[in-house]
């Protein structure tokens, strides 16, 4: 994470503590000392970056969706500090969505698919969307697809092709 995105994601990590109304060190006594004040305050203040999985277990800590420790919107991402690979024609849009065709699922045999899948039903379910065929993803699910992954918005795009999971 670069450091303005790092900054960024720390400010989000900040306003849900406090919207729990816990202090850092109420979250280090009620994490039985697994998220210490100290780092916790430096990961908020953007001064170390935080990883994938810690950022998992503090959004079950906080009883949060991981991607609500992620910065809101658009104009809160610097695309400089994103860390693409840059072999891609076109930058994905933050503002995209992509379509995902469900019935693709049936004959693809991957772990990262697999995974996909439980996820995209999961957003069916909470959409309440059952057409069985088709499921837009928004940029905040990509956000948390990827985040949860550990790879940019781009990166999860390219798999998505590579696997045709994504109808263009």
Known sequence: MAGGYARRVGERLRAIRKQKGLSLQEVESASSQEFKASVLGAYERGERAISVP???????????????????????????????????????????KITIDLTRFEGVDDD?????????????????????????????????????????????????DALQLRRV
């Open 112 to 160: 990262e698919a697999r995974v996909l899948h439980r996820y995209v039903n999961t957003i069916q379910v909470q959409r309440q969307d059952f057409n069985g065929r088709m499921l837009t993803i928004r940029r905040d699910d990509l956000r948390a697809i990827a985040a949860a992954a550990g790879i940019d918005v781009d990166a999860l795009v390219r798999r998505l």
């Open 54 to 96: 810690r950022l998992q277990r503090l959004a079950r800590f906080y009883n949060v969706p991981v991607d609500q420790l992620l910065p809101r919107d658009a104009a809160e991402i610097d695309l400089t500090d994103s860390a693409s690979t840059g072999d891609s024609d076109r930058s994905f849009e933050a503002a995209d």
